[in-house]
């Protein structure tokens, strides 16, 4: 037992671990030896001798718990008066220790939790992970000038990448982490679409700088770049250039999917059908990419709802071409505009309820109209609720069943005053 505890031990001090800012499975597997991860893989999972050191059997726990002894192991024997608390030395900082001290700070913004789990050996101290931030940041600020531009770190080929800026007030006198730092919240505006009109003119003006910029860099590169065929039009140099910049893919990605999302709104506002199924049917792609579980799911119903309707109900598509799917708020009406929004929003609401009521019986018109469908006659309500009025209103009538009196009695009157 001595004798394995100290060949590991060599193991484990002669082994140099290097933060990378990356905390996946492989990162975590090779900060740990090889022998080590074997020894806590029988004893967490049984031995096995076929298939113990293979990577795929290499289970989190076990990570875990190496990565705790590796980080926690004294070079010396200590005395059982010393003070418990770990010294960590750079090149050991494991990648499990640095997660958590990370985590904490960042949800907590506490000293004492963080320095707490340090001395627990979950983590590690508070000055080191602001230290780590610090490096990060440095880090992040020197690729930026390397590569002239502020770009996400995270470009990568294929892949779809959303990023915002904003403003952000550190107040340094703060004990939370919500109060630490303050934003406008402008970004999370634009990210969460809460002010709809503000995040349209946003997009609305990022694509067209995009399509500037595009067009710029085209006539540019036409007259400037000896590889470029200068009879090339826009759309074939927009599909070579995506084959060989990722940042250029990355914007026209955006360009294209702000476009998309401008003729689904543009669907919404004139009332085009055909409009919003084309777009709706480009925009389901991307539902599961931004992984939206619910909008992926119904969202594929009702767009076959849509895209058959034709056939199975095709008096209610010839309604929904004439623009009879969506209800306008802006419209200018006559000077009984209320009532008539009023009624609008009723039969709007009525035909909702008429159409989901067919598809459950066949669109059989007779059948539906058997069935009752408002909780008061039409007569006496609008919307679903009694209709509400005054007793003023009742003038009205009791006039026609009265008759006018013609002959008048004159009065005289007179006041006396006194002294």
């Given at each position: 037992m001595a004798r394995l505890a100290n060949s590991i031990r060599n193991d484990m001090f002669a082994t140099s671990v290097s933060f990378t800012g990356q905390f996946g499975h492989e990162t975590q597997i090779q900060s740990v030896p090889q022998r080590l991860?074997?020894?806590?893989?029988?004893?967490?999972n049984g031995p096995n001798t076929k298939d113990q050191a293979e990577q795929s059997n290499i289970t989190q726990p076990v990570l875990t718990v190496a990565q705790l002894l590796m980080g926690n192991a004294y070079k010396q024997r200590r005395k059982p008066k010393e003070p418990s608390t770990q010294i960590y030395v750079k090149n050991r900082q494991m990648p499990l220790s640095i997660y958590v001290g990370m985590k904490m700070h960042s949800l907590t913004r506490k000293r004492q939790l963080v320095d707490s789990l340090h001395e627990l050996g979950l983590s590690e101290s508070y000055d080191s992970i602001l230290d780590i931030k610090t490096s990060m940041a440095n880090n992040i600020i020197n690729h930026y000038s390397n590569e002239g531009v502020v770009c996400p770190p995270q470009l990568r080929t294929g892949e779809f990448v959303v990023g915002a800026a904003d403003n952000i007030d550190h107040n340094p006198s703060s004990t939370t982490s919500i109060g630490s730092f303050h934003g406008t919240g402008t970004a999370d505006s634009f990210l969460t679409a809460s002010h709809v009109t503000r995040t349209r003119n946003a997009h609305q003006v990022t694509a067209c700088a995009l399509h500037i910029l595009m067009t710029q860099a085209y006539t540019e590169a036409k007259e400037t770049d000896p590889d470029i065929d200068p009879g090339i039009d826009f759309d074939a140099w927009?599909?070579?250039?995506?084959?060989?910049?990722?940042?250029?893919?990355?914007?026209?990605?955006?360009?294209?999917?702000?476009?998309?999302?401008?003729?689904?709104?543009?669907?919404?506002?004139?009332?085009?059908?055909?409009?919003?199924?084309?777009?709706?049917?480009?925009?389901?792609?991307w539902f599961f990419t931004f992984n939206h579980t619910h909008y992926a799911r119904w969202i594929s119903v009702h767009l076959r709802d849509m895209m058959i309707l034709?056939?199975?109900h095709p008096d209610v598509y010839q309604q929904f071409k004439l623009g009879k799917f969506v209800v306008a708020k802006s419209i200018k009406f006559k000077p009984k505009g209320k009532e008539m929004i009023s009624e609008l929003k009723s039969e709007a609401s009525f035909f909702s309820r008429l159409y989901v009521s067919?598809?459950?019986?066949?669109?059989?018109m007779d059948e539906f109209f058997r069935h009752e469908h408002q909780p008061f006659p039409p007569s006496l309500s609008t919307s679903e609720s009694l209709r509400q009025s005054n007793k003023s209103d009742l003038v009205n009538c009791?006039?026609?069943?009265?008759q006018s009196v013609e002959n008048r009695h004159h009065m005289m009157s007179a006041s006396l005053t006194g002294l």
């Open positions: 991860l074997v020894l806590v893989n029988m004893i967490i927009c599909a070579l250039q995506k084959g060989k910049s990722p940042q250029f893919l990355f914007w026209t990605t955006c360009l294209d999917l702000q476009l998309l999302v401008f003729a689904f709104v543009r669907a919404i506002r004139t009332a085009n059908f055909e409009l919003y199924v084309s777009a709706l049917n480009k925009l389901v792609p034709s056939e199975k067919c598809q459950r019986r066949d669109g059989n009791l006039e026609e069943l009265m």
